[in-house]
């Protein structure tokens, strides 16, 4: 009984035939999800090729996971060949570009959740006080005021010429107006700073993508270049047998 079971069973440790063994990282993965060493660009599979001499060989398979591992490792030393040390900033772009991740983001709506009553107050008066109704209406209240007490009320005026008390009003307006408009102004100043951060790490993975599309095409050229020489070489030791074939039957 022991004898049947143990043959019934299948072993364990030999991976089924829809299944293959990754040489980098040894785990059993589904055949869907390994990559021949051929299906890699040359500059990949030759940096796997140094870090892993004793397992890595021209029919070796590797893993999504160990390819796209691989993928990152190889990006980051490219590019600090290139630029020297790599900040946080161009690594982690740099990361999401090997990962094929999206960087993009809404920086609209991001800073609008962080605002405060304040902050959306400042903005109000920014925006109010920096349009030509605010300037109009503003020079006609001047105007006004110049005219109640200069034509109108003349004796009994309550800001005669120079006119004081409207100074001082002015003065109030302008303290309390240059404090509240650069409020909005550092917020905006920080939210242009987002703004072109974010269209750095845009750039940069447009720029890793480029690179990597430019090597992808490049890989693939070779990949049938050399599949026409090997069908081409195949179709001239056909055209020899022929031909050797046809000498012998001619002598016979």
């Known amino acids: ?96 570009a090997a990962s094929h991740l999206a960087i993009a983001e809404q920086i609209d709506e991001q800073f609008e959740r962080g605002i405060t009553r304040g902050q959306r107050l400042a903005d109000h008066v920014a925006r109010v006080g920096g349009s030509w109704p605010f300037v109009i209406g503003f020079g006609v209240v001047l105007v006004l005021w110049i005219l109640l007490n200069v034509l109108l009320l003349r004796e009994r005026a309550f800001d005669p010429y120079p006119f004081i008390l409207l100074n001082l009003v002015l003065s109030c ?24 951060d974010q269209d750095f790490r845009v750039n940069l993975k447009a720029e890793i993508e480029v690179r990597s599309l430019h090597d992808k095409l490049d890989h693939v050229l070779h990949a049938q270049w050399q599949h026409m020489v090997e069908m081409q070489q195949i179709q001239i030791d056909l055209l020899n047998e022929i031909l050797a074939a046809r000498g012998k039957t001619g002598k016979g």
Do not use: Y
Request: glycine fraction near 4%.
């Open 173 to 196: 307006i302008a303290a309390l107006q240059a404090p509240i408009i650069m409020m909005s102004q550092n917020r905006m100043a920080a939210r242009d700073r987002l703004q072109a």
């Open 1 to 96: 009984m022991s004898n049947r079971s143990s043959e019934s069973v299948p072993s364990r440790s030999s991976p089924s035939p829809a299944q293959r063994t990754c040489n980098l990282c040894g785990r059993v993965q589904p055949a869907a999800r390994l990559v021949h060493a051929r299906g890699l660009r040359s500059t990949l599979a030759e940096e796997l090729a140094k870090r892993h001499p004793g397992a890595w060989s021209d029919d070796a398979q590797v893993c999504v996971d160990c390819r796209s591992a691989a993928r990152v490792d190889h990006l980051l030393a490219e590019l600090e060949r290139e630029r020297g040390e790599l900040s946080e900033v161009e690594a982690e772009v740099a990361r999401k």
